[in-house]
């Protein structure tokens, strides 16, 4: 028997997903590196399907059907680079590689375009919701071309998580499109993270509430609006006790949030297409900040409020969480359809949230408002003119502004409720300062400005009467 599909790299990853796909009835051709992750893969779940195990290169893509669809899932950066050369000199022209770890989109738009050339068809594909999602219904982003996709489709769509009978898996767009928008998905995931840990602190420290008891309220806030995966497990990690001290879980973690880069690649990205994505960029601040041990050490004693328990109400709590996460996924799918015009990749911003629902880590009931959103007026420039979020959005003004005024009072940081609001009040002013920082600008640097009653730009003789000319 030839194999539909092969997947090279069988660590957590590749494993996983060679079993899945296995369980749902296709032949996996199997290769790795190291011959013995192979063989214990057949030896321990050979049981759940049909697999053709390969030792050589050549021998995993002589055991393909053609097309050849060949899956790596190998660490991202120089090692996908040498299994793409390993690999590409064995297949033939309608042959497809697809990558299925978490590589840079540039990386993926030069891999794409490189083995486009060889007439080969490469697809990154995003895949999210880690090993659990790997084995039983992941979270896919496939780029690539369409042609691609038809081959390789129904095989992800197969294997993918469903929500009511969609499956969580869908063709992005073009070459990088699926890389890139995983990647803005990690940076929403970051956001949403920090958001619920500004929200647990300031039920801990704001209304002084025991972890058991902020476990109670997560719970309540799962069966309303904020229902979500990422909600759900913080109830349950609130709840947990220390088998070995007896305390609080949470209490006897170090307070250094670690990161392996694809929120920072969000910002970094985000930066260069002008996007404000301030959520995604607290978010991974506030990691670092709390990995910096030694600026801590030394900002320790510094004066002002230690946090006393105020009067925080969770429900206040609820909406600012809410409103804020709004303002993150805004920001989020503002930046994926920047990207989206930039590549001409057209991506259908409710393509993305659907796939969302399901398989990944922020799946949540959330995103069906979004693909709604989405649905009525898929050009929107925002999320927030949505009827449903400007409401909530309306819903929140009080609770909102006095949660992230009660955290500067108490002294309790909460920079993604804080900057969640600024950006909100930013979009909604008259005017902004910005006029004076253009003013500034032409000042020191003669950058010129324009003007609001009258067309083309202008330059101010700053040092020499102050006359004002145009300029080119
Ligand atoms: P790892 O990222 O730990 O990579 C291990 C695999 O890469 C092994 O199969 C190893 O082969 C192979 N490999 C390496 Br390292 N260098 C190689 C080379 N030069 N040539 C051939 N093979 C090489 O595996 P993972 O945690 O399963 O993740 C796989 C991909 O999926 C990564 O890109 C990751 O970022 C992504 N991802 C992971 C998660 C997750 O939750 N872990 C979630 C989503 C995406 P060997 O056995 O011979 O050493």
Not at 224 to 241: F, K, M, N, P, Q
Not at 265 to 292: C, K, M, N, Y
Not at 416 to 431: I, N
Request: net charge negative; with cysteine; proline share 5%.
């Amino acid at each position: 028997d030839k194999a539909v599909i092969g997947v090279t790299g069988l660590a957590v990853m590749g494993r996983n997903l060679a079993r899945n796909l296995a369980r749902h009835g296709h032949v996996v051709a199997l290769h790795n590196r190291t011959v013995a992750r192979t063989k214990a893969l057949v030896e321990e779940f050979g049981h759940e399907g049909r697999f053709v195990p390969a030792e050589t290169a050549e021998e995993f893509v002589a055991s393909l059907e053609r097309p050849r669809r060949l899956v790596i899932m190998v660490k991202a950066g120089a090692p996908t680079d040498a299994v793409i050369e390993e690999f590409a000199p064995l297949l033939e022209p309608g042959d497809m590689i697809v990558d299925g770890g978490n590589a840079h989109f540039a990386d993926t738009r030069r891999r794409e375009a490189a083995l486009r050339e060889r007439g080969l068809h490469f697809v990154g594909a995003g895949i999210s919701g880690g090993e659990e999602g790997a084995l039983n219904g992941p979270s896919i982003m496939p780029g690539g071309s369409a042609e691609s996709y038809q081959a390789l489709g129904p095989l992800l769509e197969s294997i993918a998580a469903t929500v009511d009978g969609t499956p969580c898996c869908v063709h992005v767009g073009p070459d990088g499109a699926g890389h890139f928008v995983k990647m803005v998905h990690n940076g929403i995931e970051y956001a949403d993270m920090q958001l619920i840990a500004e929200a647990y602190d300031l039920l801990r420290q704001g209304a002084g509430l025991a972890p058991a008891e902020i476990a109670e309220v997560f719970r309540s806030w799962n069966s309303g609006r904020l229902d979500s995966y990422l909600i759900e497990i913080t109830a349950e990690v609130l709840a947990h006790t220390d088998a070995r001290t007896g305390k609080p879980f949470v209490d006897i973690i170090l307070d250094q949030a670690e990161q392996k880069g694809t929120g920072r690649w969000t910002v970094q990205t985000a930066l260069d297409l002008g996007v404000p994505v301030s959520g995604i960029a607290e978010a991974v601040f506030a990691r670092s900040v709390s990995g910096h041990a030694e600026l801590r050490q030394a900002g320790h004693g510094l004066p002002g409020p230690r946090a006393a328990a105020g009067d925080v109400s969770p429900d206040d709590v609820e909406k600012a969480l809410y409103a804020s996460k709004i303002i993150a996924y805004a920001q989020g799918f503002n930046q994926i359809q920047a990207a989206s015009a930039e590549y001409g990749w057209e991506i259908d911003p409710g393509a993305m949230a659907t796939i969302w629902r399901g398989g990944c880590i922020i799946r949540a009931k959330f995103l069906d408002r979004i693909r709604g959103a989405y649905e009525s007026d898929p050009q929107r420039p925002t999320l927030l003119t949505d009827d449903h979020f400007t409401q909530a959005l309306g819903d929140a003004q009080n609770a909102w502004r006095g949660i992230v005024a009660t955290s500067a009072r108490l002294g309790i940081p909460a920079p993604g409720f804080a900057s969640a609001l600024a950006y909100y009040d930013a979009l909604r002013a008259d005017r902004l300062p910005a006029a004076l920082t253009q003013a500034q600008r032409d000042f020191f640097g003669a950058h010129t400005y324009r003007r609001v009653d009258a067309e083309g730009s202008f330059h101010t003789r700053w040092e020499s009467g102050r006359t004002e000319e145009p300029a080119n």
